[in-house]
């Protein structure tokens, strides 16, 4: 039954960005505490460097564990795939940040319960680009 599990690319999808999610906190984190960008401003381009490397990371990851039929050549990656992924990513930030997150405050809807709702959408239209744009076989 796990393994059957593990051959469900929705399944690895979430494992990926539990993945990712984790790897972005200890990057940040260690940027921070070890790294000693520690002031406000410091503290948002750890933010920005965090997110980014995080966003390059989770690329290779689902590429590699997620979509893997997804062809490999440079030229596809680099030129395609890796900035199809951003912008679907963009997408995402745009629909939570400008969009969900105003409509479901004015509504009234709890904060937390509002990013918990933002992150399901964001998944679910990030997996959505990523199955029909970013990593799509011909």
Request: contains cysteine.
């Amino acid at each position: 039954m796990l393994k059957k599990l593990f051959q469900k690319k929705i399944f690895r999808f979430i494992i990926c960005g539990a993945i990712t999610a984790a790897f972005n906190i200890v990057l940040i984190y260690s940027m921070i505490e070890y790294l000693k960008l520690n002031t406000p401003l410091l503290r948002n381009v750890a933010n920005i460097l965090s997110l980014e490397v995080s966003l390059v990371f989770s690329f290779f990851v689902y590429k590699v564990w997620v979509w893997s039929g997804s062809p490999w050549k440079i030229k596809e990656v680099l030129l395609r795939q890796m900035p199809l992924y951003h912008l679907s990513v963009f997408a995402c930030v745009i629909t939570r940040s400008c969009v969900l997150f105003p409509i479901l405050d004015w509504i009234k809807i709890n904060y937390l319960v509002n990013t918990l709702i933002g992150i399901l959408i964001g998944s679910i239209i990030n997996y959505l680009m990523s199955d029909k744009f970013v990593f799509k076989t011909n």
